[in-house]
């Protein structure tokens, strides 16, 4: 690896694809490439072939992938478990084919099960049933997960899978239909304090759930990247979790809405605790560095300044 190294970054304008870049960029790397899905649709397997033949990437990182909230999950069940399978399959069996060396896969903390041991630690992977509201997305991820373990197995490529806990940061999906919890939050907060309205929220607020800045999501890729990693899967965290309500009253301060939260105990909270155990990344030398209050002023102020753009998804 240097700096002239070509980089091909599946899903470079997406949430971290996006800040994979930016950091890439950061550090001299100048030989970086990205198809929208427009210009590469990585569902069509012949499409990727073309793509790997004329542009001859010498590593992967794959951040592209059909994403969505518990909502989205639920209604398009068969397309988030088949286009993420044809995605990832589509990238990883050609990056083999192609005598790719390097290939970093980003999966997401659903691929453990729904009971596990809190923290979620890599070897709880496969060890009991899975959250039944977004199985099929963890199931394609972990299938892109094995993909890359059997290649490590076999080949003895450095083809490596990261975790990442729950994501948030800029060129977020604002969309309240399909969002994340941190950014509807954000912009329920924002448009509250515009309406001068108190705000609504579901559950009961005391679920803990555990947050992690973009961009240090993109270090830890980078860090994939320079470093050769001897296992095949790693946890990307802060290994802090918080409450539902604390999380709130961040954003809420951060916002600067004055009004009154509205806890909706009538709606289901979710799993009451998520927090991955991120020992194993920061025993390799990796770990978080941007808080929680700074990460959602950062994020705060990219969505007001991009609010007329902000993503609105469509199934
Ligand atoms: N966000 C989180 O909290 C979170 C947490 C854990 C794991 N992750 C993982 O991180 C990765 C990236 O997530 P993200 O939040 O950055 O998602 P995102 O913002 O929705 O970006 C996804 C990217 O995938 C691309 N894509 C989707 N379908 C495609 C297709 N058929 N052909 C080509 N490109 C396609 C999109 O390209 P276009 O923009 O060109 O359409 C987009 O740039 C995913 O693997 C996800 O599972 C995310």
């Known amino acids: ?22 950091a890439l960029e950061k550090k001299g790397y100048t030989n970086l490439v990205g198809k929208t899905s427009a210009d590469l649709d990585l569902r069509n397997q012949q499409s990727v072939l073309n793509f790997f033949q004329n542009e001859k990437p010498e590593v992967v990182i794959d951040a592209a992938a059909k994403v969505g909230g518990i909502l989205a999950n ?13 995605i990832q399959n589509n990238l990883i069996d050609t990056a083999l084919k192609s005598g790719i060396e390097k290939f970093i896969f980003l999966g997401s903390s659903c691929i453990y099960p729904k009971f596990a041991t809190q923290p979620l630690k890599e070897e709880y992977l496969l060890t009991d049933s899975l959250e039944p509201t977004n ?4 199931i394609a991820k972990i299938t892109g997960v094995k993909a890359c373990q059997a290649i490590r197995k076999q080949f003895n490529k450095d083809y490596v899978s990261l975790m990442p806990t729950n994501l948030y940061g800029t060129h977020d999906n604002f969309d309240l239909k399909s969002s994340h919890v941190l950014p509807a939050m954000l912009r329920k907060f924002h448009e509250a304090k515009l309406n001068n309205t108190p705000v609504a929220l579901w559950g009961s607020g005391t679920p803990m759930r ?30 802090k979790d918080i409450t539902i309500k604390e999380l ?10 004055q ?11 979710g799993t009451p605790r998520k927090l991955m155990d991120v ?5 390799m030398g990796w770990q978080y560095s941007t808080e929680l209050k700074e990460g959602i002023e950062k994020t705060y102020a990219w969505f007001l300044e991009n609010i007329n753009s902000v993503k609105e998804v469509k199934m």
């Open 1 to 22: 690896m240097n700096t002239t190294t070509k980089i091909y970054i599946a899903g470079h304008r997406g949430m971290v694809g996006s800040a994979v870049w930016r």
């Open 74 to 86: 639920n209604d398009y069940p068969y397309q988030f478990l088949m286009e993420n399978m044809q």
């Open 135 to 138: 199985e099929w997305y963890a």
């Open 210 to 239: 555990e947050f992690l800045f973009v961009d240090d999501m993109a270090e830890a890729v980078v860090y994939a990247l320079e470093n050769k990693l001897p296992e095949y899967l790693y946890n990307v965290g802060s290994g």
């Open 248 to 257: 709130a009253e961040t954003i809420q301060k951060a916002v600067g809405h």
């Open 259 to 269: 009004g009154e939260i509205i806890w909706d105990a009538t709606k289901p909270d």
């Open 279 to 283: 020992s194993k990344m920061k025993e």
